[in-house]
C-alpha cells in the first residue's frame, strides 16, 4: 500500500512527535526527530514520512496528501490525541478509501478507547509497531496481523501481541529516511548543536521509574540494542549524508545501561572523529566517563529528578544523592557538559522538597537544565497511583496551547503551587551571577552560539513572562486566553 507516516499538526510548536518522551510545547522551540515513524517508514518502500510541526505544516496542508495514499500511520500522544483524531476524520473525509492506523504509547495502552474515539481509525498498532505497519503495509489481513486492535463492523478485535524485537540489527537505518522526507535543520534542541542528528541503538531501560512513558508501554525493561557495527556504520553513513551535522544524539533511553557496549560504541565514533551526546543515569563510573569523553563525547542528559531521596526512593529512580553528586563532579573534571533534568511535583513533594531540589540544581550546577511537571500518563505506574489516591481532578497534562501544565494535585500541595515553582526554579538557577557569566563566555567565544542563545534567551523570558500572566506563547508574541490553572 502507498503509505504516509504522519506527525499530524495539532498545537504551534508542539514538540510531540514520534520521539518526544513528554509531548510539549517546550520553553524555547524544540523539537525531536519522529524516529519511532522513521523506523517503520525505512521498511516499507516508497513510504513517506510527514513531521508536520518542525515543518510548520496546518491541517489545510497535510489534508491534501490523503488522496495520494491508501495507508496513513499517525502517530498520537496523550496530550494531542483529540487533535489527532480531527486530523483522521479530515483524511478520511477526503478519502474514504485511505486506511488510518494509529500508533504510540497512548494507543497502545488504550486501544479500544482510542478506536472508539472515531470510526476514522480504522486500526492501533500496540507496543513496538515497526514490523506490525509493514504488514498492514504489505496487504496483510489485520486478522493475521500481530499486534493490532481494529474495527470489525461494529465489533473491536484485538489480535494476540506481538513478541517484542529482539534482533535489533533487524531495523533498517533511519538515516535514510531522515535524508529523503525531513530537513535536519528544523530540529533543535537548544543545549546540542544545531544541526543534529537522533538515533536510537536500543530500546528498553533496566529502571523501573514509576512516571517513565516508555519503558511501562513500548520499550519495556530489558535494553535490547543492535550491534555496535550497526550503529557505527549508520552513523558513518550519516556523516556521509550530512557533513553539515554539529553533533549526533543517542536517544536511546539509558545509553549508559550497557557499559561495555558504550565504550566500545565510543571507539567506534572516536575513529570517525564525531562529535556526540546522549541519555545517561547519574551514576556512570569515572573510568566510563573518560573512554566516552576521550572518543568525542560531548554532553550528557541526566535525569537527576529530584535533590530529595525520599522522592526518588517513591519513584524508584534507583540512583542515590550521593552517587549524583560523584557523577557530576567526575563529569565536570573530565569537561563532559551535562544538561540536567528535574521534575516537580512527584509523589511526596512538597514546597519544602522543591526548595531543596533547587539548591541541589545549583549545587550540582549542570549547564543547562530542564525543569519539568511531573506528567502521569496512562500506562505508567504513577498514572495508576494517581487513580488511586484521587490526586487526579481531570486536569490535563497541556493546556490549550499545548504547555505543560500540573495535571496532579496534592492534599497538602495544589496543583498551582507545582505550577509556580518552575518558574521559580529556572529563576533561582539561571539568574545567578555564576551561571549568566558562564552563558555569556560561552557566547563572547561563539558567534553562532552567542545568535542562537540571545534568540532563546527572549523566547524563554517571554515564556515565563506569559505563564505568570497565565496566557500562552505564540512564534509571533504573547496571546492570551488558555486554561492556566
Ligand atoms: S532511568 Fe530514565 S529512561 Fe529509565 S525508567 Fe528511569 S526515567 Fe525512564
Given at each position: 500500500m502507498r503509505t504516509l507516516f504522519l506527525h499530524p499538526p495539532s498545537y504551534?510548536?508542539?514538540?510531540?512527535?514520534?520521539?518526544?518522551r513528554y509531548q510539549a510545547r517546550r520553553e524555547v522551540r524544540s523539537f525531536w526527530y519522529p524516529t519511532w515513524l522513521a523506523q517503520p517508514a525505512a521498511l516499507v518502500p516508497d513510504s513517506r514520512l510527514v513531521d508536520a510541526p518542525p515543518d510548520g505544516l496546518t491541517l489545510e496542508d497535510v489534508r491534501p496528501l490523503a488522496r495520494d495514499y491508501e495507508l496513513a500511520v499517525l502517530h498520537t500522544s496523550t496530550p494531542s490525541f483529540a487533535h489527532d483524531v480531527r486530523v483522521a476524520e479530515a483524511l478520511k473525509a477526503d478519502n474514504p478509501r485511505l486506511r488510518v492506523g494509529f500508533v504510540g504509547a497512548h494507543v497502545a495502552v488504550n486501544a479500544g478507547a482510542s478506536l472508539a474515539a472515531s470510526p476514522a481509525i480504522d486500526f492501533v498498532a500496540r507496543s513496538e509497531f515497526d514490523f506490525t505497519i509493514k504488514e498492514v503495509a504489505e496487504g496483510r489481513p489485520l486478522s493475521r496481523v500481530l499486534g493490532v486492535s481494529y474495527r470489525d463492523g461494529d465489533v473491536i478485535r484485538h489480535t494476540p501481541e506481538r513478541p517484542k524485537?529482539?534482533?535489533?540489527?533487524a531495523l533498517p537505518y533511519v538515516v535514510d529516511v531522515y535524508r529523503r522526507d525531513l530537513t535536519i535543520e528544523n530540529y533543535v534542541i537548544g543545549y546540542l548543536r544545531h544541526p543534529y542528528v537522533s538515533l536510537y541503538t536500543g530500546r528498553g531501560c533496566r529502571?523501573?521509574?514509576?512516571?517513565?512513558l516508555w519503558p511501562q508501554t513500548v520499550g519495556g525493561h530489558r535494553y535490547r540494542t543492535r550491534s555496535v557495527e550497526h550503529v557505527v556504520d549508520e552513523v558513518a553513513r550519516a556523516q556521509r549524508y550530512f557533513?553539515?551535522?554539529?553533533e549526533f544524539f543517542f536517544?536511546?533511553?539509558?545509553?549508559?545501561?550497557d557499559l561495555p557496549r558504550a565504550a566500545a560504541i565510543a571507539r567506534g565514533l572516536g575513529r570517525l572523529g564525531v562529535t556526540w551526546s546522549c541519555n545517561a543515569k547519574a551514576n556512570v563510573p569515572y573510568e566510563t566517563l573518560k573512554v566516552l569523553k576521550e572518543h568525542g563525547l560531548r554532553l550528557l542528559l541526566v535525569g537527576y529528578e529530584s535533590g530529595n531521596q525520599r522522592i526518588l526512593n517513591n519513584v524508584r529512580k534507583g540512583v542515590r544523592l550521593d552517587v549524583a553528586r560523584r557523577f557530576t563532579r567526575d563529569a565536570k573534571a573530565l569537561g563532559v557538559r551535562i544538561h540536567g533534568t528535574f521534575v516537580l511535583g512527584l509523589p511526596g513533594e512538597t514546597l519544602e522538597t522543591i526548595a531543596e531540589t533547587i539548591r541541589f540544581a545549583c549545587e550540582l550546577d549542570p549547564d543547562t537544565i530542564q525543569v519539568s511537571i511531573a506528567a502521569p500518563y496512562p500506562g505508567t505506574a504513577m498514572y495508576r497511583q494517581a487513580l488511586e489516591e484521587g490526586?487526579?481532578?481531570?486536569?490535563?497534562?497541556?493546556?490549550g496551547r499545548g504547555v505543560q501544565r500540573s495535571a496532579l494535585s496534592y492534599p497538602h500541595l495544589a496543583h498551582t503551587e507545582i505550577f509556580d515553582s518552575v518558574d521559580t526554579f529556572y529563576r533561582r538557577f539561571y539568574f545567578r551571577p555564576r551561571k549568566l557569566f558562564a552563558l555569556a563566555g560561552e557566547m563572547a567565544q561563539d558567534r553562532r552560539v552567542l545568535r542562537r542563545r540571545l534568540r532563546e534567551g527572549v523566547e524563554f523570558v517571554r515564556f515565563l513572562a506569559a505563564r505568570r500572566r497565565g496566557v500562552g506563547v505564540t512564534r509571533a508574541g504573547v496571546s492570551g486566553g488558555h486554561n492556566n490553572p
Open positions: 504551534e510548536d508542539f514538540d510531540g512527535g514520534a520521539g518526544s524485537l529482539e534482533n535489533m540489527d529502571s523501573k521509574c514509576t512516571f517513565c557533513p553539515q551535522v554539529g536517544d536511546d533511553d539509558t545509553f549508559t545501561d490526586w487526579l481532578d481531570g486536569r490535563e497534562l497541556v493546556d
